[in-house]
């Protein structure tokens, strides 16, 4: 059974700051890996995929790494802004399951400070 | 497109009702996914539907919860009858036939009193 993990699971960091977000999964058979945005009372938003041929996915100030072999993908945010403030999982669908049935884990809760 | 809508926003019942929560994925897609949040849990799968049919429902709690997708814009959760430790935040997700990535609905936060 598929099991992810995030650590830390709050962050708090100035305005300004990278943050590194943490994500390792325990099974490497994956289909790709993706992360998730989610702000207080909302759903989840897509920020970024990376298939599991891929090492990496860019969007903007968002980079996201997939080291399968060690399981684990990394959530790079540069130059972090107070509108950053938001919990942020990352979720895999094995590729074993049935359709795009995605494990999700914890998430990381993350405080950007003016 | 509106994205995948969900009604209602918020319920509020008492233990025993029944309580039916409903989601109309994005226009064309043909994967439907029923998602429980609670503090405790974090996000589960519930049921997944496949062109309208159950693929794996193995995520469902107990036989109080049932799923139906009559057609492929509409889809119901149903509880009944409900318990306190259902509540939670429900969310219904859908994705394209050759799109990963799953679109989420706003949810719906349940509280059985």
């Known amino acids: 059974k598929q099991e992810v993990t995030q650590i830390p699971a709050a962050l708090s960091v100035p305005e300004g700051e990278n943050l590194v977000l943490n994500c390792s999964f325990t099974?490497?058979?994956?289909?790709?890996l993706q992360w998730f945005r989610q702000d207080p009372g909302k759903g989840l938003t897509s920020l970024l995929l990376?298939?599991?041929?891929?090492r990496e996915q860019t969007s903007g100030r968002l980079n996201a790494s997939l080291d399968k072999s060690s399981g684990r993908s990394t959530l790079y945010i540069a130059a972090s802004q107070p509108g950053d403030s938001a919990t942020y999982l990352c979720?895999?669908?094995?590729?074993?399951?049935?359709?795009?049935?995605?494990?999700f884990g914890g998430g990381t809760r993350v405080l950007v400070k003016p | 497109d509106a994205g995948v809508i969900q009604s209602p926003r918020h319920e509020v019942t008492e233990m025993g009702q029944e309580v039916t929560l409903r989601c109309k994925p994005i226009?064309?897609?043909?994967?439907l996914f029923w998602y429980r949040q609670t503090m405790m849990r974090g996000l589960e799968l519930l049921i997944y539907?496949?062109?309208?049919?159950?693929?794996?429902d193995s995520g469902m709690p107990e036989d109080r919860f049932s799923a139906k997708m009559p057609n492929a814009s509409f889809s119901t959760l149903k509880i009944q009858p409900s318990e306190p430790r259902d509540s939670a935040v429900y969310f219904c997700?859908?994705?394209?036939?050759?799109?990963?990535?799953?679109?989420f609905g706003p949810g719906t936060r349940l509280t059985v009193l």
């Open positions: 099974d490497s058979a994956i289909y790709n």
């Open positions: 990376i298939q599991s041929s891929q």
């Open positions: 539907f496949n062109n309208n049919v159950p693929i794996d």
């Open positions: 997700a859908s994705s394209g036939s050759n799109l990963p990535k799953q679109f």
């Open positions: 979720a895999a669908p094995h590729i074993k399951a049935a359709g795009n049935k995605l494990t």
């Open positions: 226009s064309g897609h043909n994967s």
